[in-house]
């Protein structure tokens, strides 16, 4: 496969140094260029034996607590051995330069953080964050540590409860004020970058045709052209690391002329 181009459309460009409202959407194909395994693709070895919902839904959790806390555990060490790569670099350069940024990701490794943004909007949660399974609390690491040898750890918040990834697992509804805030975002924005996302799991995916309704421009980045791609005023067709950090160096040219 050939390499992805490095240029980008002088309109594009344009309309990036005019923006001042960008949001961003991201989903696993950026983590993916960091190594980190999509869901499906981590469920190998041991794990491809269980369904998903055996893992990753309230119902698996009350059937077998053990198993899901060390699907997750495993899952974590994975992250752990990982780094961001320089999409989610370039990402926290661009809030930088421009009068208002949001990041919204599908993503649950933490990774936007790490590479230093700090308006991020987790849709699906962050697992490297663990909640009380009755209260949904957030657990200090030090009671994790101290409870170690248990599989899952008891909640220091309910005497029935137990230790649990903080993610949205299926059959349970996103954060209604973290939805809310994206809706918002995207409703006000000039310009939305999504990028890693094939737009398939909603409601994530319906963001960028809200934005689209209030007027905003839309760049998709995506090895492969997708529902998103077709919406998108442009495409650009390659990894998020590519295109990203090109994203970035620009509005930083664009901004450097500036008077």
Known sequence: MAPPATALPDDLVQTLGQAKRVVALTG????????????????????????????????????????????????RELIGNSLPNPGHHALAEL????????????????????????????LHGNITRTICSRTRKIVDPDWLARHAGQHPPPSPHHPDGLCRPDVVWFGEALDERVLSQAMQAASQADLMIVAGTAGAVYPAAGLPALAAEHGARTIDINPEATAISRLADWHLSGPSAHWLPRLAAALADQNGSSP
């Open 28 to 75: 696993a194909g950026v983590s993916a260029e960091s190594g980190i395994p999509t869901f499906r693709e981590a469920q190998r070895g041991l794990w491809a034996q269980f369904d998903p919902m055996a893992l990753a839904s309230p119902e698996g959790f009350a059937a077998d607590p053990a198993r899901v806390w060390d699907w997750y555990q495993w899952r």
């Open 95 to 122: 809030a930088g330069m421009v009068d208002r940024f949001c990041l919204i990701t599908q993503n649950v490794d933490g990774f936007h953080q790490l590479a230093g943004s700090t308006n991020v909007l987790e």
